[in-house]
């Protein structure tokens, strides 16, 4: 085992958010290991809000680099879900290079994820889809059904699960403070803290049962 | 996709106000979610092989800049391929 921060070489010359993946990765590492022999890549620094955060591969599997803006509002909270999607793609399941979280192999969690009250409103949402959230001066925003659904996605449901994970179990003041931005939107984006324990306990076995607790 | 409605008179800056106001996000996802109702971001960010033209990425002068928004750069040059996804 070894510590994750073994896995990525930093490409990132703003020395603000160095520091923040710094911290980012250690709290990652205060909650668990991850394997060796994971391919290496970079995380590179972007600037934008079109995209504050990605994962990159290619089509055959192979993993690209991790993208993090030095723009994005939470940078160390959006680190974590792009890495999730990293360790979905070639730390978790039996084949490296497919998302463990759509081959079926993380039940147990996934049948955490989807009992909860989120996951339940997200889909009444989608049902309900176009839905509109109305502000000010009579503006609506609208998400359609794709909106609702991408978020259903199980690549994106494990990424955001394993962001609050470790914010919740790490306790990093920065990702509590990430967190707790993203259970502010009014649709269920993030977990509220009753609601997401029983997923952080699927967690917790997930782990436990890979050896990759207590590192 | 997103759509923001009844917004003709507003500046990009009270759009993005607007967001957040409905919907609770934050400042730079207002920004991201603003850019997809105008197609200028992807709608999702799990993108298959096929879509990667919107991500592609040219290396130009050590610095690569992702095709669909010219302000999204990165440091160094990362390999150009064609059939790059972007999960995110």
């Keep these: 085992m070894q510590a994750i921060g073994a896995v990525?070489?930093?490409?990132?010359?703003?020395?603000?958010?160095?520091?923040?993946?710094?911290?980012?990765?250690?709290?990652?590492?205060?909650?668990?290991?991850?394997?060796?022999g994971l391919p290496r890549?970079?995380?590179?620094?972007?600037?934008?809000?079109?995209?504050?955060?990605?994962?990159?591969?290619?089509?055959?599997?192979?993993?690209?680099?991790?993208?993090?803006?030095?723009?994005?509002?939470?940078?160390?909270?959006?680190?974590?879900?792009e890495l999730g999607h990293y360790l979905d793609h070639h730390a978790l399941g039996s084949v490296s290079g497919a998302f463990a979280s759509a081959s079926g192999e993380l039940a147990d969690l996934f049948d955490a994820i989807?009992?909860?009250?989120?996951?339940?409103?997200?889909?009444?949402?989608?049902?309900?889809?176009?839905?509109?959230?109305?502000?000010?001066?009579?503006?609506?925003?609208?998400l359609d059904r794709d909106d609702f659904s991408y978020l259903l996605e199980p690549e994106e449901l494990f990424a955001r699960s394993y962001a609050q994970y470790i914010a919740v179990r790490s306790a990093d003041a920065a990702l509590l403070e990430d967190l707790l931005a993203g259970q502010g939107i009014v649709y269920p984006e993030q977990w509220k803290d009753r609601d997401f324990e029983a997923v952080a306990a699927a967690f917790d076995q997930l782990l436990e049962g890979l050896g990759w607790s207590g590192s | 996709m997103v759509r923001i409605v009844r917004d003709e008179n507003l500046s990009d800056d009270e759009r993005v106000a607007a967001i957040q106001e409905a919907t609770g996000v934050s400042e730079s996802?207002?920004?991201?979610?603003?850019?997809?109702s105008r197609g200028e971001a992807p709608l999702s960010d799990v993108l298959v092989a096929e879509e990667a033209r919107v991500f592609e990425v040219t290396a130009t002068q050590g610095v690569a800049v992702l095709s669909f928004s010219g302000e999204v750069s990165v440091a160094e040059p990362v390999p150009v391929r064609e059939d790059v996804l972007v999960q995110g």
């Excluded at chain 1, 009444?124 to 001066?137: G, I, M, N, Q, S």
């Excluded at chain 2, 996802?29 to 997809?36: E, G």
């Design chain 1, 114 to 142: 989807d009992a909860s009250d989120a996951v339940q409103e997200l889909r009444d949402l989608e049902r309900r889809a176009p839905v509109a959230f109305p502000a000010a001066a009579g503006v609506l925003v609208i």
């Design chain 1, 41 to 81: 890549i970079p995380i590179h620094e972007i600037r934008g809000r079109r995209l504050v955060g990605g994962y990159r591969a290619l089509g055959d599997g192979t993993a690209v680099d991790v993208l993090i803006s030095r723009d994005a509002d939470d940078p160390g909270f959006t680190l974590v879900h």
């Design chain 1, 8 to 36: 990525f070489d930093l490409n990132i010359q703003d020395a603000g958010l160095e520091a923040g993946v710094m911290t980012t990765l250690g709290a990652i590492d205060s909650v668990h290991a991850v394997p060796t």
């Design chain 2, 29 to 36: 996802k207002a920004h991201r979610m603003l850019a997809q």
